[in-house]
């Protein structure tokens, strides 16, 4: 009889796999704290694999595709959005784990779901919705009420707290290495690729950047993203914690003070950022006192008219807002 030429790998194997290769440290996906409803377990993938294929086959993964990272609607098929971001967080946070031999599956599914709460126009659009909370609106936050309430996915305890945890404001950090993976390669992937998408809109030109930053990291590019992974990884083996070299992070800081100085808050573009807050509000304004329109799969008895209109409006992409906001605040003309 011909030897088969394939190799089965089941969950239970895998599992081992991950027993015997991973460092002490990570967080092992037969180990993991479970999700809040029992499943049995999956016959081929680990929990932390299936979380990371649930959220690929998300629909609020996919409305990502037409969420602004920084440029509002731009012309060019090469800027960011909030997906490609997305994308791009996920592979940095993916080698520095597998770097450390932390658990990489785990360290993905936060990365792929850790943006999917973000409201239209970015953080234009979450400094809008801050406006009808009491404290602050976090994307972060709505990420995990997506997949525990709205698309329920039923995630497991280790992703939901890494999602909950990544954005650098949020000062408990995540409970795993894994999660923690996650701040750093975030604020990597978004400084490296903003500052290219600033370049190729004619905000910045390869000069304009702070000295330091030029010495440390070289050209705008790839560079810039080995130099910070690279040293992630170095001082993260050396202190047995998730962090960056301090004479690598300094400079990193001076580049994100920078960025949101000359481009994120650029006042050449106060104009743009005022009229998406305008869109954000007025939309949440006009379904809180039509909340029949809010479509159906955003009512839950458990939550109130204003926590059903935000999820609404925080769930929608940037055209699809600017489309709505026409149709119910442009004059109709010739009717």
């Avoid at 790998?9 to 895998?14: D, F, P």
């Avoid at 991973?22 to 409803?37: C, D, F, I, K």
């Avoid at 973000?118 to 990420?143: C, I, K, M, N, Y």
């Avoid at 106060?270 to 039509?290: G, K, P, T």
Wanted: net charge negative.
């Amino acid at each position: 009889m011909t030897e088969p030429i394939f190799r089965l790998r089941t969950r239970e194997r895998a599992e081992a796999i991950e027993a015997e290769t991973l460092a002490p440290a990570a967080v092992l996906s037969a180990r993991s704290l479970g999700r809040a409803q029992h499943e049995d377990a999956d016959p081929w993938r680990t929990a932390f694999e299936r979380d990371r294929d649930r959220i690929l086959h998300a629909k609020a993964f996919r409305r990502l595709k037409h969420k602004t990272q920084v440029f509002m609607n731009p012309e060019g098929d090469h800027f960011v959005t909030r997906m490609t971001h997305t994308l791009a967080v996920t592979q940095i946070g993916g080698a520095i784990a597998r770097a450390l031999s932390l658990n990489d599956d785990l360290t993905e599914a936060v990365c792929l779901g850790h943006d999917v709460g973000h409201s239209p126009f970015g953080h234009t659009g979450e400094d809008a919705l801050s406006e009808f909370v009491d404290g602050e609106w976090r994307h972060s936050d709505q990420s995990v009420r997506i997949f525990e309430v709205l698309e329920p996915l039923n995630l497991t305890w280790e992703v939901l707290d890494g999602i909950r945890a990544h954005p650098w404001k949020v000062e408990t950090a995540a409970s795993s290495h894994e999660g923690n993976i996650v701040r750093l390669s975030d604020r990597i992937a978004y400084l490296a690729h903003d500052a290219l998408d600033a370049l190729r809109a004619g905000v910045l030109d390869a000069t304009s950047f702070p000295d330091d930053v030029l010495t440390t990291f070289g050209e705008p590019g790839r560079d810039w993203v080995h130099v910070m992974v690279q040293s992630v990884i170095d001082e993260s083996y050396r202190t047995s914690t998730i962090a960056m070299e301090p004479h690598i992070l300094e400079p990193m800081h001076t580049l994100r003070d920078f960025m949101f100085e000359r481009v994120y808050l650029r006042p050449e573009a106060e104009h743009q950022r005022r009229r998406a807050r305008q869109i954000v509000r007025e939309l949440v304004e006009y379904y809180l006192e039509h909340t029949s329109e809010v479509p159906e799969s955003y009512r839950h008895s458990a939550s109130d008219d204003l926590t059903q209109v935000i999820d609404y409006v925080a769930g929608m992409t940037d055209r699809y807002a600017i489309r709505t906001h026409d149709t119910l605040f442009r004059p109709r003309l010739f009717e």
